[in-house]
Nanobody, 123 residues
Framework: QVQLVESGGGLVQAGGSLRLSCVASGGTFSSATMGWFRQAPGKRREFVAIINRSGVRTDYADSVKGRFTISRDNTEMTVYLQMNSLKPEDTDVYYC????????????????WGQGTQVTVSS
């Protein structure tokens, strides 16, 4: 069983930056694909960024490409999402997730989820 705890969300003005962190415990972090997803009330959870086990491969949603960077520290069992040039449309609850079998964008492939952290970008 893997527990994931996100932090780093908050209120920021458009153009600003935030760094989200997700600390894992209780499982083999280094063998899991890690992802960040986001969800607004009444909407489907959508893919933001993912990183493979070693941290060599990453993928991003087109809407965040060039602005967001995902990284991981397997020693610290932590995955990060650096968010720059934030826009009001980035306002959402951001979730960290771990996939033990697949590398991919589909939220259904992820076995463990954090509780989410709110990101609000004001215009």
């Amino acid at each position: 069983q893997v527990q994931l705890v996100e932090s780093g969300g908050g209120l920021v003005q458009a153009g600003g930056s935030l760094r989200l962190s997700c600390v894992a415990s209780g499982g083999t972090f280094s063998s899991a694909t890690m992802g960040w997803f986001r969800q607004a009330p009444g909407k489907r959870r959508e893919f933001v960024a993912i990183i493979n086990r070693s941290g060599v491969r990453t993928d991003y949603a087109d809407s965040v490409k060039g602005r967001f960077t995902i990284s991981r520290d397997n020693t610290e069992m932590t995955v990060y999402l650096q968010m720059n040039s934030l826009k009001p449309e980035d306002t959402d609850v951001y979730y960290c997730a771990a996939a033990t079998q697949y590398y991919g964008l589909n939220p259904e492939w992820y076995d463990y989820w954090g509780q989410g952290t709110q990101v609000t970008v004001s215009s």
